[in-house]
């Protein structure tokens, strides 16, 4: 199985940012225990949906625990909005617009292929 399609799989029992670093659990040289608890607060984007969403943090925290740089984050930042319409959580869930603009399963998927192309670049 891809980290794709764990991230999709973790998605069903954690939040978006849970998902996203413990897809990469074998690489971070951190327990699962560690990574819930590290990602825990950024279900729902920062804030309660006010701000980033929890799936981009996680892949941001990835990047940087596997010693990644600012414009390597920049990149995914952009990548992400790119693939999901947006960064901020109720701007993609469409909480002013009634728009949904991507589902949660598919942040979730994004941020890895973002973080993957960054990786493997």
């Given at each position: 199985?891809?980290?794709?399609?764990?991230?999709?799989?973790?998605?069903?029992?954690?939040?978006?940012?849970?998902?996203?670093?413990?897809?990469?659990?074998?690489?971070?040289?951190?327990?699962?225990?560690?990574?819930?608890?590290?990602?825990?607060?950024?279900?729902?984007?920062?804030?309660?949906?006010?701000?980033?969403?929890?799936a981009?943090?996680g892949?941001?925290?990835?990047?940087?625990?596997?010693?990644?740089?600012?414009?390597?984050?920049?990149?995914?930042?952009?990548?992400?909005?790119?693939?999901?319409?947006?960064?901020?959580?109720?701007?993609?869930?469409?909480v002013?617009t009634?728009?949904?603009?991507?589902?949660?399963?598919?942040?979730?998927?994004?941020?890895?292929?973002?973080?993957?192309?960054?990786?493997?670049?």
């Amino acid at each position: 199985m891809d980290r794709i399609e764990k991230a999709a799989l973790l998605k069903r029992s954690n939040n978006c940012c849970q998902a996203v670093l413990l897809a990469y659990a074998d690489a971070l040289g951190m327990s699962e225990e560690e990574l819930t608890k590290l990602g825990k607060t950024f279900g729902a984007g920062m804030g309660g949906m006010q701000a980033t969403c929890g799936a981009l943090v996680g892949a941001g925290m990835v990047l940087g625990l596997l010693g990644g740089s600012m414009p390597q984050a920049k990149a995914l930042h952009q990548s992400f909005t790119e693939l999901c319409g947006a960064s901020v959580c109720q701007d993609i869930k469409g909480v002013r617009t009634g728009k949904v603009l991507c589902s949660c399963e598919d942040c979730v998927k994004n941020a890895v292929k973002a973080l993957e192309a960054i990786l493997h670049s």
